[in-house]
């Protein structure tokens, strides 16, 4: 049957979305055409494992703050594939900066900076998947 191949995909698609997920999940839904496939947990011991905890990254010195992520998503360091990186290692910044970008879900979501600084050292790489407030550029008081 065409739905049991659907429903096969669609349990793939929770089991790793479930894995990827930083916190517990309560409820996941996934639907495609006319199957779905809604999964609930109740209490605590029926809780899917909590994912495995990576190695926390290295803290940043005290005296630099740093550009956190938004959102989950692809960091982008460029307006486009070619162009010149919004900012680079010894630029100032102003607060409202555009710094870089997160694409999510065909999304360009800015990131902008909170405060004014120099571009100490950009951390994530062009075009690399970056997590929720993954620290992206770190910035020296200027």
Not at 54 to 64: M, S
Not at 74 to 80: G, I, L, N, V
Request: hydrophobic content about 45%.
């Amino acid at each position: 049957m065409p739905d049991d191949a659907v429903l096969a995909g669609l349990r793939r698609h929770a089991r790793a979305l479930v894995a990827e997920l930083a916190g517990p999940v309560r409820r996941v839904r996934l639907s495609s055409g006319q199957t779905a496939l809604e999964v609930e947990w109740h209490g605590t011991a029926e809780q899917p494992p909590a994912p495995r905890a990576e190695p926390a990254p290295p803290r940043e010195e005290t005296d630099r703050a740093v550009v956190r992520s938004p959102i989950v998503g692809t960091f982008y360091r460029a307006p486009e594939p070619g162009a010149a990186p919004f900012v680079a290692v010894g630029d100032l910044v102003r607060p409202g900066q555009v710094v870089g970008i997160v694409e999510a879900m065909k999304l360009m979501n800015e990131v902008t900076a909170d405060r004014a600084g120099r571009v100490a050292a950009v951390l994530a790489d062009d075009a690399a998947p970056v997590e929720y407030d993954q620290p992206l550029v770190a910035l020296e008081p200027a």
